[in-house]
């Protein structure tokens, strides 16, 4: 078992910025991915980014590449998300999650926090 608790959501003005924390704990794997999505009011859950813990590759959504930067801290197991620039469409629950196989959907999710960007 995963067990993933986010913090540092909140209110902020468009422009912004946030800085979002995934903390991870109970058994690890060398070569999991951890991402994080969101999820706004009457829409789908979208993918933001994610990292290999292993090696720290990262990926992101179009919708927030040169915005937003995911990173990791080995010693730490935390995942952050910086966002900049942000939006009012950017308001959403935010969730971390893992992916513990090679392949296949992220398994283990936190239960999400919520940043909220106003016009």
């Known amino acids: 078992q995963v067990q993933l608790v986010e913090s540092g959501g909140g209110l902020v003005q468009a422009g912004g910025s946030l800085r979002l924390s995934c903390a991870a704990s109970?058994?690890?794997?060398?070569?999991?991915?951890i991402g994080w999505f969101r999820q706004a009011p009457g829409k789908e859950r979208e993918f933001v980014a994610r990292i290999r813990w292993s090696g720290g590759s990262t990926l992101y959504a179009d919708s927030v590449k040169g915005r937003f930067t995911i990173s990791r801290d080995n010693a730490k197991h935390t995942v952050d998300l910086e966002m900049n620039s942000l939006k009012p469409e950017d308001t959403a629950v935010y969730y971390c999650?893992?992916?513990?196989?090679?392949?296949?959907?992220?398994?283990?999710w936190g239960q999400g926090t919520q940043v909220t960007v106003s016009s």
């Open positions: 999650a893992v992916r513990s196989g090679l392949s296949g959907p992220y398994d283990y």
């Open positions: 109970g058994r690890t794997f060398s070569n999991y991915l």
